[in-house]
């Protein structure tokens, strides 16, 4: 019988391996090791989620408080100091990675901060030489920002960098259309910078439903985000008071700041994948099977490195699904359909299931859909506009999806999508007595439909 080092080693030490290592280790009794070459905690930890959620908070500051003074309040926001929040934020990722590591140690996982390749199907090497065998080797490397093959590319930064600037600029151009974008030109416009977003596409927020992303987009330009659709950059130049950017519409201006955020790819590229059979698709992305197994069987990957749906829970549940699977003798396969996310622009955007697009090509849908003003900010004098939509099946009264803009729109769809994840029917709704008065008691008072498709 064949001796291994370890039972399983992950490469890479995001949410999903993390979860995974942690799982094999101490619950399923594996001996463990995992290897990153950067911070422990990966793109949601270090250089995405939660600090760009800690910068979101940020920027909500000017409207709130505009909003208490119009409460009554006396008083007066005296300016941003981006060093000082950006030391605390240092801070908190340093306590973040920290925890990550305990929680490994604890757990029996070996810690090697080396980059490490596959070399064959059970045996991997680290940067510093060293070779280590594995029953099982799991591949959690996540995906890595894209940025366009334009000149003057180099003069501009990804989400990456945003987080270590050693100054906020007064003028950015944020390209990109996605959510990553319009999160961050959000974040720059409610830190006080002067925003512009290019996208090349007709829409912002792609693969949303359109009247949601619609309303978001309308929300960016009245609160001062300068969005200019079917447009991109042609080119970047260095001038002596900042980047110039020439547009594809044949406009040019000058920022501060330029920030590509037009999207992301999968980490993958020289593991060693490839040479021993394990497929790649055509942006990079680990082809597996629905147990997260790829074509070679000791090798397995979860998370944005497969590309299948890119977003931290979903890795966690992978490597969760993976762990349970091989080390626990309990089969699991994560299922991909109706998980619920959010888009963290301002407004906030949540979404659970099926757009209108979408599930108008399934058959006649009933669409709800309730835009008002919502009481916190329409005694404070703004004109935001809350949206609150729900699709359901003419068929099986079934409701097939919900969208959200508005303040907490993230929170509300986690309890929504527990009802439609239980296949809830729009009478469900019905009998759900409101909570008065909140937003969210919208989404069951909604008795005749807006209109059917």
């Known amino acids: 019988m064949t001796q291994f080092d370890y039972d399983l080693f992950v490469i890479g030490g995001g949410s999903g391996g993390v979860r995974a290592a942690r799982i094999a280790a101490a619950e399923g009794g594996a001996r463990v090791g995992l290897a990153e070459e950067s911070r422990m ?226 980490n993958s590229a020289g593991l060693g994948l490839e040479a021993l059979g394990v497929a790649l698709g055509r942006n990079g992305e680990v082809k597996v099977n629905d147990w997260s197994q790829t074509a070679v069987p000791s090798i397995y990957a979860v998370g944005d490195v497969t590309d299948r749906v890119n977003l931290t829970p979903v890795a966690i549940r992978e490597g969760h699904a993976f762990a349970d699977t091989v080390f626990r003798g309990v089969p699991t396969r994560f299922d991909h359909k109706d998980i619920a996310s959010a888009v963290f622009t301002q407004p906030e955007l949540a979404t659970i299931g099926l757009t209108e697009e979408a599930a108008r090509a399934l058959g006649p849908t009933e669409v709800y859909a309730a835009a008002f003003r919502p009481m916190k900010t329409l005694f404070a004098g703004r004109q935001d506009r809350v949206l609150m939509k729900l699709l359901v099946s003419v068929e099986t009264r079934k409701v097939l999806g919900c969208h959200i803009v508005g303040a907490g729109a993230g929170e509300m769809i986690q309890l929504v999508a527990i009802a439609i994840g239980m296949g809830a029917t729009k009478e469900d709704f019905d009998r759900t007595v409101a909570v008065h008065p909140t937003m969210a008691e919208e989404l069951v008072t909604m008795r005749k439909p807006t209109r059917v498709v």
């Open 41 to 266: 905690g990966g793109t949601c930890v270090i250089r995405g989620c939660v600090p760009k959620k800690l910068m979101v908070y940020a920027s909500e500051f000017p409207g709130e408080i505009e909003d208490a003074r119009a409460y009554g309040w006396d008083v007066q926001a005296h300016g941003f100091d981006w060093a000082k929040f950006r030391g605390t934020l240092e801070a908190e990722l340093t306590r973040l990675e920290t925890a990550y590591r305990s929680t490994l140690k604890n757990a029996g996982v070996s810690i090697h901060d080396a980059r490490a390749t596959v070399m064959d199907a059970h045996t991997v090497e680290l940067a510093t030489g060293e070779r280590f065998t594995a029953k099982h080797i799991l591949i959690a490397t996540g995906g890595w920002p894209f940025v366009p093959d334009v000149p003057g590319a180099e003069l501009a930064v990804t989400s990456n960098e945003m987080f270590h600037l050693e100054t906020l600029p007064k003028r950015a151009l944020v390209v990109g259309g996605g959510y990553i974008a319009s999160e961050f030109a959000c974040i720059l416009n409610g830190l006080g910078v002067q925003t512009t977003q290019f996208y090349r596409g007709a829409q912002i927020l792609r693969g949303f439903d359109d009247e949601a992303r619609g309303h978001v987009a309308n929300a960016m330009q009245a609160a001062g985000i300068a969005i200019h659709c079917g447009t991109d950059v042609m080119r970047l130049e260095k001038t002596p008071g900042g980047i110039r950017a020439l547009a594809t519409d044949g406009s040019e201006a000058e920022f501060d700041l330029v920030l590509y955020a037009t999207g992301r790819k999968p």
